[in-house]
């Protein structure tokens, strides 16, 4: 359906430039296309990726978001593992650095993320960062032992469970 939808983007389907809010739960066989329609969300403010494959996928584009994108959230879905990043350095994309307006980032059940990108640091207007069920970020950036928890510390808002 999804490919149908941005093929044929200019019938009577609601053009992807007005689109707000985008949820994509268990998609696959994205890669191919997610480039060409990413460039097209120009208006997106959030976007929700949950319990498919192709998540990875999506958030290599993530250049292509517009930077106006205020809520980011990755995640399992229905109890199932994502498997992201297995084969790099098991942290989320530097490309997250490119979202200047990212007020919200959740990371829900991602039980291979190691880590968030440098490139958080430099996400001025993030406010709220809200991990939880993800073991290995939980220890690394918790308040009371995370080693990394100082990149993170000019978040107001940090939730870890």
Wanted: net charge negative; glycine share 6%.
């Amino acid at each position: 359906m999804l490919e149908t939808l941005v093929k044929h983007e200019s019938s009577a389907f609601c053009p992807l430039s007005a689109l707000k809010h985008l949820r994509l739960f268990n998609v696959t066989e994205i890669e191919a296309m997610a480039e060409d329609w990413m460039k097209n969300l120009t208006s997106l403010q959030s976007l929700n990726l949950k319990g498919s494959s192709n998540v990875e996928v999506v958030l290599r584009q993530l250049e292509h978001v517009p930077s106006q994108l205020q809520k980011l959230e990755i995640g399992s879905w229905g109890g199932n593992k994502l498997e992201l990043w297995k084969d790099k350095d098991d942290a989320l994309p530097e490309q997250i650095g490119t979202l200047q307006s990212l007020g919200l980032v959740k990371i829900v059940g991602c039980l291979e993320v190691e880590s968030l990108h440098e490139a958080v640091g430099c996400l001025t207007s993030l406010h709220s960062l809200w991990i939880n069920s993800c073991p290995i970020l939980k220890s690394k950036y918790s308040a009371e032992t995370g080693k990394d928890r100082p990149k993170i510390a000019h978040i107001p808002n940090i939730t870890i469970s």
